[in-house]
């Protein structure tokens, strides 16, 4: 239901008609059932009934690994109006007796809508990244695992804070700073930097690393927890809203999360 409402406020600044969706990808960790996939869900109360659709499972990552995946469908000519969608209700899996996990998160979703231009844009560029040596440093035990993974019959977030910590800063750093190296840009061409908001210290120790100025860092964890696929796009939504994007901007957004998992891209901000 999250989905929904954030996908059907999307189509409305978009001016886009549900119907004439080609794709939709939705990234969540916390999906209403196995099967079907949530995005075929979102599909039907929708109605677009044109549109293909799958999920994305890459933790807190799982948005810009699903803005990627719908660069390249656009980029190829296979599709032109693409809902790209991070939805999350993290409440699902902390455990509420564990105060060093169950008052980072929060639930929430944001999307958006990606469409093919004829008009030549600015530079974009992304990386993605994974490291499943460190898979147990951030996890949730899956239903079919062994007794000895999930002992009490529970399904709650397990993270190693202090190791996620130099991870996340690490991460977002160097998968920031490559993507602006190889796009030739500077630091200071960046108008606006958003991370994934799992933790403020974590976010200005990375825009410190980058040396991007406070006062080109969004942040809204302080409002809605780590809210994981969620988080970013409500971040870019926030940030719009409050008018610190413009037409123009380039933008950089970064995430880490489990896998390990990481992802940066950069884009020049460009509504028409």
Known sequence: TMAVEASRRALELAELEPGELDLIILSTLTPDMIIPPCANLVEDALGAKRAACFDVFA???????????????????????????????????VNWEDRSTCVLFGDGAGAVV????????????????????????????????????????????????????????????????RVVNDLGLEMSDIELFIAHQANERIIQAVARSLGI????????????????????????????????????????????????????MVFQWNKG
């Not at 990386?127 to 529970?154: E, F, K, R």
Request: charged fraction near 15%; charge should be negative; aromatic fraction near 10%.
């Open 114 to 177: 990606v469409q093919g231009s004829d008009v030549p844009t600015g530079p974009f560029g992304f990386t993605l990244g994974s490291d499943g040596s460190g898979a147990d440093l951030l996890y949730v035990p899956g239903i079919y695992g062994s007794p000895q993974q999930n002992p009490d019959g529970h399904h709650y977030i397990i993270m190693n804070g202090r190791e996620i910590f130099r991870f996340a800063v690490t991460s977002m750093a160097e998968a920031t700073r």
């Open 213 to 264: 100025p406070r006062e080109r860092v969004f942040t809204n964890i302080e409002r809605h927890g780590n809210t994981s696929a969620a988080s970013v796009p409500m971040a870019l939504c926030d940030a719009i809203e409050q008018g610190r994007v413009k037409e123009k901007d380039h933008i950089a957004l970064a995430a880490f999360g489990s896998g390990l998992s990481w992802g940066a």
């Open 59 to 93: 933790g807190c990552s799982g948005f810009i690994y699903s803005l990627v995946t719908a660069y390249q469908f656009i980029s190829s000519g296979a599709y032109r109006n693409i809902l790209v969608v991070g939805s999350d209700v993290m409440s699902r899996q």
